[in-house]
């Protein structure tokens, strides 16, 4: 991968860990409300995933000896 590439994928990273924070905030402000506390259920299980995929190509990169 290129060096322009890992500065790309961190940005996403970098995006996805703020996805997770204002629905975790969300969640704070909506506990009790039925339709806001399903709603942050399947925005946390998307972040999941997209970070998911994020890191495995962070974790490939680093045992191959690349960077991070």
Do not use: C, Y
Not at 27 to 40: A, F, Y
Not at 48 to 58: E, T
């Amino acid at each position: 991968m290129l060096p322009a590439d890992w500065s790309v994928l961190r940005q996403i990273k970098d995006k996805i860990d703020g996805i997770e924070k204002l629905a975790l905030e969300l969640k704070t402000l909506g506990d009790g409300v039925p339709v806001i506390e399903r709603n942050v259920r399947s925005i946390l299980g998307f972040t999941h995933v997209l970070k998911f995929g994020i890191s495995d190509m962070f974790e490939n990169e680093d045992a191959q000896g690349g960077p991070e």
